[in-house]
């Protein structure tokens, strides 16, 4: 797929506004583009973007209270959403499109309606592809327990409302269980011995 103007641009703000993470953001795009290969601009923008209030330090950045925490997933869409509509709208987007790539921004936690599901499936997808190692980290490091980790594996998993995505989705989480069940293990064996 060829991307616009907007879509290169926001690549590059992504690359260097975010670049411990943009794997994640830049992956999100690629299994949109996958499940949804002629979704609208404001889809794969929103898509390309939905995690970028974490790149922006600041006196109003969501602190979760714990790993599976809802209250922080809504404040933290929100921030990225208010962000992100800023960096469209200095693009020379029109109001519509920034309103647009505002709301599914907003949404990507719990999707809503079939353009926000396709971000939300992207976020997913990405997630369980090119986040395992850090959370499998969070467990080394003692951050959060297995069994935490575990329930953000399957709760990235069941929030897809795309048939199709979740299909593309089980390998993935049962390769996170399973690498999360080997690390469970050899903590196991380190404490008892």
Not at 29 to 39: G, H, Q, V, Y
Not at 40 to 67: C, K, N, Q, S, Y
Not at 93 to 101: C, I, K, L, P, Q
Request: net charge negative; hydrophobic share 40%.
């Amino acid at each position: 797929m060829t991307d616009s103007p907007l879509i290169k641009a926001g690549r590059r703000w992504v690359i260097d506004r975010y670049p411990y993470n943009s794997h994640h953001l830049l992956k999100s795009l690629e299994w949109l583009d996958r499940i949804a290969p002629s979704c609208p601009e404001t889809v794969r923008l929103a898509a390309l973007t939905h995690d970028m209030e974490r790149a922006f330090p600041g006196p109003d950045p969501p602190i979760p209270t714990r790993l599976n925490d809802q209250a922080y997933d809504k404040a933290h869409a929100e921030r990225s959403a208010r962000i992100v509509a800023a960096w469209v709208r200095e693009q020379g987007a029109d109001a519509a499109f920034v309103h647009d790539v505002e709301e599914l921004v907003r949404a990507h936690e719990v999707g809503g309606w079939p353009e926000a599901n396709l971000v939300q499936a992207a976020d997913s997808l990405s997630f369980l592809e090119t986040n395992i190692d850090l959370f499998l980290g969070f467990v080394r490091s003692g951050k959060y327990p297995a069994r935490d980790v575990g329930i953000k594996f399957d709760r990235s998993y069941e929030r897809i409302q795309i048939s199709h995505a979740r299909e593309f989705a089980v390998p993935l989480l049962k390769n996170a269980r399973a690498r999360l069940a080997e690390l469970d293990l050899d903590n196991a064996h380190t404490v008892n011995r």
